[in-house]
């Protein structure tokens, strides 16, 4: 069936510097992508919507310009977590959507540890 | 808008036991809705989906679920309870064109011996 690899699955990185997490849709294209933050024990947040070839649409309080997200191919979207800081510490899940299927389907995971 | 509730977050039930996590939703057009399964430190997994066909949905692992217009829900049951279902369990709205996508809070389901 259908795959969505996220990667890097771990990842630790200093505060200040930048960390880009990339969500790729492995059999299917996906036009949308969306980006979610969980908090353990919490449910997804969605944080922003990326559609190819076009802008992302952002949740409310969520920045843009600490969250970078691109959208460059149909079966490609980057998260760039900007000048990181511990509280962005967190788990981050992609998911795309294949049209032919309707369906969303879900990345492994990322977490980002910020030191 | 769409929006989803589960009600319980957490559902404790004895194995061989009927499994029901609660899921209400509001939309203004009609909805995809979809079951989302979490196991610890993991990713999701689709359990199963309606999208506008037969309203009674059948998943993996022995689950289903029932879209009730009427009501607004899309409740989850399977009929006997496995120890490997404890998990995480989650409600999802996609809009008619999956510009957006809400998930509900979650239910964890513990599964008694």
């Known amino acids: 069936g259908a795959v969505v690899s996220q990667h890097p699955s771990r990842v630790i990185c200093k505060s200040g510097t930048s960390v880009k997490i990339e969500c790729r849709s492995l059999?299917?294209?996906?036009?949308?992508m969306f980006w979610y933050r969980q908090f353990p024990k919490q449910s997804l947040m969605l944080m922003a919507t990326?559609?190819?070839?076009?802008?992302?649409?952002?949740e409310q309080g969520v920045e843009k310009d600490k969250f970078l997200i691109n959208h460059a191919s149909l079966t490609l979207s980057t998260l760039t977590v900007t000048s990181a800081h511990p509280e962005d510490s967190s788990f981050y899940i992609c998911?795309?959507?294949?049209?032919?299927?309707?369906?969303?389907?879900f990345g492994e995971g990322s977490w980002l540890t910020v030191v | 808008a769409q929006s989803v509730t589960q009600l319980g977050s957490h559902v404790s039930v004895s194995e061989g036991a009927l499994v029901l996590l609660r899921c209400n939703y509001s939309?203004?057009?009609?909805?995809?809705l979809f079951w989302y399964v979490q196991y610890p430190n993991q990713g999701l997994q689709l359990l199963l989906k309606?999208?506008?066909?037969?309203?009674l949905v059948k998943g993996i692992n022995g689950f289903e679920a029932e879209f009730k217009k009427s009501e607004t829900s899309f409740h989850l049951t399977k009929p006997s309870a496995h120890m490997s279902d404890a998990a995480e369990y989650f409600c999802?709205?996609?809009?008619?064109?999956?510009?957006?996508?809400?998930f509900g809070s979650g239910t964890k389901l513990n599964v008694k011996p």
């Open positions: 998911s795309a959507h294949d049209r032919s299927g309707n369906t969303i389907y």
């Open positions: 059999d299917f294209q996906a036009t949308t």
């Open positions: 990326s559609n190819e070839g076009s802008k992302a649409t952002y």
């Open positions: 939309s203004s057009v009609p909805p995809y």
């Open positions: 309606y999208t506008s066909a037969a309203t």
């Open positions: 999802a709205v996609g809009s008619y064109n999956f510009n957006k996508f809400y």
